[in-house]
């Protein structure tokens, strides 16, 4: 168990920087790559804990799949808003634009 | 054998990815008609389901025959059936709406990405395990996002980037939370965890709690977790508008209501402090926001975070009793219907009068008569003033409060009626001034789906003030 | 569904259904729309008389219909209901003629007319509420109803009133509401029933009664216009007249002097309340607004602020009679309800009728009005004298019996209130009449909208109702001792309320 535990507390860790990276970071690209390093940490948690009593566990494993599947989706949605954004604007951040308007728009 | 295909369960996830792909595959601007049918049909099935759960209780199904925990358990019980009612419902009405709505090339993709999104959250409400919830989640996020970008300019666009990057946060922290409980209790069953996930649960499962209660609190857009909505909900169309502030974030709020009374139900009420602390927060800010904006669409945006806020004050309450359950689920219903309502009478407005802004409604209650009846009507439920739905709920919510001594909740309900009053009334006493030569507003009115649509929620609304025991009959089994 | 419950739910219909279809109508359809007003308002007195007939009889008339587990809207219509049900029939059916009339060829009469229907309707449900939530349920339904009615002229000048009468009902309908799901909370249910249902809450303090009691007085005192909170009432006369006629001689002022009385009676119970000691304070509330609403009268030259005024003080004569305990108050108080409403109803008519006719909006433009319409000036000097007090008069009933009220239980000094106010009422009353009668009239009139025709001074609709209620007045005055006046209905509740405290 303990390899197991090992790919969870990593995968915590680079959640950790995922989710940063998403809250801070400017750049379009860089904050969906991130997206992807979230998700990525949540699947290692996953599969580090796929394993009960020595034997690989299914269903986490089904899991991770069909997450990583998700995550290609939305990763795919978000590039293309990115391009037509930077196509629109010529812009790579979208920084205070989309913010929410106050009472003197 | 009639039995093993008719299952309403079922057909309410499949029926609208059908009818999405054909829309899909029949081209841009095409599917609004199959779209009416099928939400139609949805209804029906919904209502068939309803009878049941209140016949014989909550209905399970396992899709495909393959059982847990590889396979899908699909679970319906009063909860879900109440939800299934209102969002086939409000769609249904909304899309006879956005049929009008739309000139060609306006929003092209329309219709394939309501359906995905009704598919997206039909399944929502009628799974019983967490790691099809997060799937079905991110389905609804995914399609919601596209339906604000679907307008296509920078503004949209941003809208949407921002509300993606948001919701695929609180998805990720979501998932994140549901592989730590994995791999804390070896199920994500909902009812099962239930059972297992008791006063003495590790560090992990406090930890799980937090970041899925984060997450969906991020996408329930609970102040001040809130930014991603103004813009989003203020700068997509009227259509698209109703049916997020109507539905999606009703269906994250679904999720937190399940986790709250389920699996984390022992560890909940320690906590529950603070969702009501930010509700009261939201309802004032909100109110504030809503009050000072001169844009209509955001105005309505606004007052949308605001009625988030007073879901969020169920939650010291729910220990004791059902009243509290009956309030939150009587205020998203009454809510759903009145702010989609609201939603699609200020489109109208704005779409005869081309003015955008708050002051652009000025005398239209002579001209566009019964969009601002519906207005208004809509408006009276989200005041919490009788009779309507909204003060129904405003009213249980404020009996449980006093019977809890929890006077402060019962004191924000009733104030946050006030602040609605102040910016409802700002359209309305606008609408009702007597128009002055030089007003822009033609005098052809608008296709009468546009403006009895929007009657109709609202009248449901009111309605609701009068009928809620079938919606409060369906709660009955639901629990604590 | 048998005919006891089919008859209260008619009287609400009869001005809903009307009401709903008048909004759809198009402006042009004149024939159609005052068909129907005058349908809803005749069907309506029709059902009203059969409902008191049989409530006389000893008949139950109610329905109840469940909401939420445990909460009811329950309609009663028992005596207390129908003196208001009455009141508001009646006076509907007049102000209905009075409307068509005044508003001839004004915009948006099926809007108006909708709005005045559903006004009626939520005024019938505030009078046949069978419980606190049935109340709050249509007493905010009014505070909607009449908004559109206040703004109606959609100038700047009627929005800012009808803002300033939001805010005040609005905050209002919050106090009541917090009142009402407070007493639900500790009485288990708020129904009306005589003697008061709070009497056997023994386990609950006094302090939490009596402040239940503020707030549900607050809430209600906004409406019925007591002081401090009576500060929308003169400014809503920005409306159209038949609408203030509305408001304070039927609708929205009586509603709150109804909702007093019903607090007092069917939920505390008149000896429960004597017990707690919030009669008094009350009565004193009631004394300062009579004083003060008659004091500001005096100094307003615009006559419908002037009314607006009296209405303030008058109304609290009701509340003055409730509070004083004994059946002879009670009687006093509630036969005002009807009286007062009668009277208001005219002069606000009558005012009508000058601005109407000849653009007189202020005392000061009314010199010889009595040469140029001596009928609408007639009715105008009978309801004043009514106001004053004077014999004959249903004024002078509703003070004799007030009078005496106070004397039996032991508040001689309401006594010096009402006579006070009987004098100030002169005061500002008396120089108008005089203005009207002995004064020369001016070279023009400020505005003269409609010239006269033979012995006819003004149009025949905005003529009849105030000589019919200014000689109503004087038949509630003479006949008072007939069995079917109001006082005799005002004697039957009070009988029937006293029954239970055994006095």
């Known amino acids: 168990m303990s390899s197991g535990l090992l790919y969870a507390a990593t995968g915590c860790v680079i959640f950790a920087l995922g989710l940063g990276g998403v809250m801070l970071l400017d750049h379009l690209l860089r904050r969906i790559l991130a997206f992807n390093l979230m998700g990525s940490g949540a699947f290692l948690v996953l599969v580090g804990l796929a394993q009960r009593d020595g034997t690989p566990d299914p269903v986490p494993q089904a899991m991770v799949l069909t997450g990583i599947v998700v995550a290609v989706a939305a990763t795919a949605l978000a590039l293309t808003l990115a391009r037509r954004w930077h196509a629109l604007t010529g812009r790579d951040e979208i920084g205070a634009a989309g913010k929410q308007r106050g009472p003197d728009d | 054998m009639t039995d093993t295909f008719f299952v309403p369960l079922v057909w309410l996830i499949l029926l609208p990815l059908l009818w999405a792909t054909l829309a899909f595959m029949r ?16 209804l029906a099935l919904a209502s068939v389901l309803a009878g049941d759960i209140a016949v014989h209780g909550p209905r399970n199904h396992v899709v495909g025959g393959w059982p847990e925990p590889l396979g899908i358990a699909l679970v319906a019980d009063g909860l879900s059936a109440v939800m299934l009612l209102l969002t086939q419902g409000v769609t249904l009405v909304l899309a006879i709406y956005a049929r009008s709505y739309f000139k060609p090339g306006a929003s092209p993709w329309f219709w394939p990405l309501a359906g995905f999104l009704v598919a997206g959250m039909n399944a929502l409400f009628l799974s019983g395990d967490l790691f099809n919830l997060y799937v079905t989640l991110e389905l609804v996020g995914l399609a919601a996002v596209g339906l604000v970008a679907a307008g296509g300019t920078a503004e949209q666009i941003a809208a949407a980037l921002r509300y993606l990057l948001a919701t695929l946060v609180g998805s990720g922290a979501y998932l994140f939370g549901v592989a730590l409980l994995y791999g804390s209790y070896g199920t994500v069953s909902a009812s099962l965890l239930g059972e297992l996930v008791g006063n003495d649960a590790p560090l992990a499962v406090w930890l799980a709690g937090g970041l899925m ?26 259509p698209v508008s109703a049916l997020l502030s109507a539905l999606v974030v009703k269906a994250s709020f679904f999720l937190i209501l399940r986790l709250w009374l389920g699996p984390f139900a022992s560890l909940a009420p320690q906590i529950a402090w603070l969702p009501a602390l930010l509700g009261a927060s939201a309802i004032l800010w909100g109110s504030w926001m ?10 309505v945006a606004y007052s949308t975070v605001a009625q988030i806020g007073y879901l969020f004050l169920i939650f010291p309450l729910l220990g004791s009793g059902k009243l509290a359950l009956q309030a939150g689920v009587l205020h998203v219903v009454a809510h759903g219907l009145a702010k989609a309502a609201m939603f699609i009478a200020a489109g109208t407005l704005i779409k005869i009068s081309g003015n955008e802004r708050v002051l652009g409604v000025t005398g239209t209650a002579d001209r566009l008569p019964v969009t601002v009846f519906a207005f208004a009507l809509a408006g009276v439920s989200l005041m919490g003033l009788p009779p309507s739905g909204g003060f129904l709920a405003k009213w249980l919510l404020i009996s449980t409060a006093l019977a809890q001594g929890q006077v402060w909740i019962a004191g924000v309900a009733i104030g946050g009626g006030l602040l609605a009053a102040v910016y409802v009334f700002r359209v309305l006493r606008l609408a009702f001034r007597f128009s002055t030569a030089g007003d822009t507003i033609p005098p052809a009115r608008p296709a009468a789906q546009l403006e009895w649509t929007a009657f109709a929620l609202a009248a449901a609304s009111i309605a609701l003030g009068l009928f ?11 629990a604590p | ?11 609400i219909a009869s001005s809903l259904l009307p009401g709903l279809l008048i909004f759809t109508l198009p402006e042009g359809n004149i024939r159609l729309r005052t068909t129907l007003n005058l349908f809803g308002a005749l069907a309506k007195l029709g059902l009203v008389g059969a409902l008191l007939a049989g409530v006389a009889a000893g008949e139950d008339y109610g329905f109840r219909h469940t909401v939420l587990p445990g909460v009811e809207l329950v309609f009663k219509a028992d005596a207390l209901a129908l003196l208001f049900v009455s009141l508001s029939a009646i006076l509907w059916l007049f102000t209905t003629l009075y409307a068509i009339g005044y508003l001839e060829n004004a915009p948006h009469r099926s809007r108006f007319f909708g709005f005045f229907s559903l006004c009626v309707t939520a005024t019938m449900g505030i009078a046949m509420a069978g419980n606190l939530f049935t109340f709050f349920v249509f007493y905010e339904l009014l505070t909607l109803a009449t908004f559109p009615l206040v703004v109606h002229r959609g100038t700047p000048q009627a929005i800012r009133g009808g803002t300033i009468y939001l805010a005040y009902t609005l905050l209002g309908g919050a106090l009541l509401l917090a009142g009402i799901v407070w007493l639900n909370q500790l009485a288990g249910h708020s129904e009306f029933v005589q003697g008061g249902i709070l009497a056997r809450l023994a386990s609950v303090h006094p302090a939490t009664l009596q402040a239940a009691f503020v707030l549900l007085i607050a809430g209600v005192g906004v409406k019925a216009a007591i002081v401090p909170l009576h500060g929308w009432l003169p400014q809503a006369m920005v409306a159209p007249a038949p609408v203030s006629a509305l408001l304070h001689a039927v609708a929205v002022v009586k509603a709150g002097a109804f909702g007093v009385v019903r607090i007092v009676y069917e939920i505390y119970g008149i000896e429960f309340a004597q017990s707690l000691g919030v009669l008094v304070p009350l009565a004193a509330i009631a004394a300062i607004t009579i004083l003060w609403g008659s004091l500001r009268a005096l100094f307003q030259n615009d006559l419908k602020k002037r009314l607006a005024y009296s209405t303030v003080s008058q109304v609290s004569y009701i509340v003055l009679g409730v509070t004083l305990f004994g059946p002879i108050g009670t009687i006093g108080g509630l036969v005002h309800l009807v009286h007062q409403g009668i009277m208001k109803i005219t002069l606000f008519f009558c005012a009508g009728n000058y601005a109407e006719t000849l653009g007189i909006h202020k005392i000061s433009e009314m010199d010889g009005a009595g040469r140029r319409m001596p009928l609408t000036t007639l009715a105008f000097t009978i309801a004043a004298l009514g106001m004053m007090g004077a014999p004959l008069t249903a004024g002078a009933v ?7 009220g106070a004397q039996a239980a032991g508040m001689a000094w309401a006594v010096w209130v009402l006579t006070a106010s009987s004098l100030l009422n002169a005061a500002y009353f008396l120089p108008i009449i005089y203005r009207c009668w002995f004064r020369p009239a001016p070279a023009s009139w400020p505005h003269e909208h409609i010239l006269p025709a033979g ?10 109702p105030p000589l019919f209620t200014a000689a109503a007045t004087l038949a509630a005055g003479i006949f008072a001792t007939a069995e079917f006046s109001p006082l005799g209905w005002a004697q039957l509740i009070a009988e029937r309320e006293y029954l239970n405290v055994g006095k």
Do not use: Y
């Open chain 3, 398 to 404: 509703s003070k004799a019996w007030l009078s005496d």
């Open chain 3, 1 to 11: 569904m048998s005919i006891n419950e089919l008859l209260p739910l008619a009287v």
């Open chain 2, 27 to 42: 081209g841009p601007d095409r599917g609004g008609r199959l779209a009416i049918a099928g939400l139609a049909a949805q």
């Open chain 3, 455 to 464: 012995r006819r001074e003004t149009a025949w609709l905005l003529l009849l």
């Open chain 2, 290 to 299: 809503a009050i000072k904006t001169d844009r209509l669409k955001m105005l």
């Open chain 2, 213 to 238: 209660l984060g997450g969906l609190l991020l996408k329930t857009a609970l102040f001040p977790l809130h930014f991603w909505l103004p813009p989003a909900h203020g700068g997509a169309p009227a």
């Open chain 2, 468 to 478: 809620a025991m079938p919606v409060v009959s369906l709660l009955e089994g639901v």
